[in-house]
Every structure is written in structure tokens, then in C-alpha cells.
């Protein structure tokens, strides 16, 4: 299998930083770090498909990264997810449809 080359962030982008898993992750449940990377990667392998920019990299901001992580990084003792759905609301113009589109 090809491994695909995955552009970096600019640096001057804003990260992720101190990441805290949500405060209703059961007690039973734990956060799986390489479920939540791996995610996260995946998303921001997706280009943009329209727009000014199309074809370039979706780099995740710090807010959507944080859904990201707690959607498919808190995971059950049997290693399933603990949110299956998620409701989001964000205002207009934020990025949300091509994140939700990823999740």
C-alpha cells in the first residue's frame, strides 16, 4: 500500500494546545490517544473541494479539533466509542459543514 505524504500545518496556524477530554466522559470510560490522532490525521489528509480553496489541506482549528478528539477519542472499557452522536451548534461561516461532512 502507497503511504500517502501529508502536508504540514503552516506555522503560523493556530493548534490544539492542553488538550482536557470533556468533563461527561463516564467514569468507566477512558481517552484513547492514537483513536483520536488518528482521526484527527484523517481529517486533515481531506482537501477542500470548492472555493478558493479547493485542493488545499483541512487543517482543523483548536475548537473543531476538541470535538474531534472527544467524539472519537473517549472510548468505552470495550474500546467503542462513548458519543455516537453528537449535536453541534455553531453560527454561519465558521467551517462547520466540511467538518461536520468529515465527522
Given amino acids: 500500500m502507497k503511504?500517502?505524504?501529508r502536508p504540514e500545518r503552516p506555522?503560523?496556524?493556530?493548534k490544539l494546545e492542553n488538550y482536557a477530554p470533556t468533563p461527561f466522559m463516564l467514569p468507566t470510560s477512558h481517552y484513547d490517544k492514537r483513536k483520536a490522532d488518528r482521526a484527527v490525521k484523517f481529517i486533515e489528509m481531506l482537501p477542500h473541494t470548492k472555493g478558493r480553496w479547493e485542493g488545499k489541506p483541512f487543517w482543523l482549528l483548536p475548537w473543531q479539533?476538541?470535538?474531534i478528539r472527544?467524539?472519537?477519542g473517549v472510548v468505552k472499557e470495550d474500546g467503542t466509542r462513548q458519543f455516537r452522536t453528537v449535536y453541534v451548534e455553531i453560527p454561519k461561516k465558521n467551517q462547520i459543514r466540511f467538518a461536520a461532512t468529515a465527522m
Fill in 11 to 14: 506555522a503560523d496556524y493556530p
Fill in 3 to 5: 503511504k500517502v505524504k
Fill in 65 to 67: 479539533e476538541t470535538i
Fill in 70 to 72: 472527544d467524539l472519537f
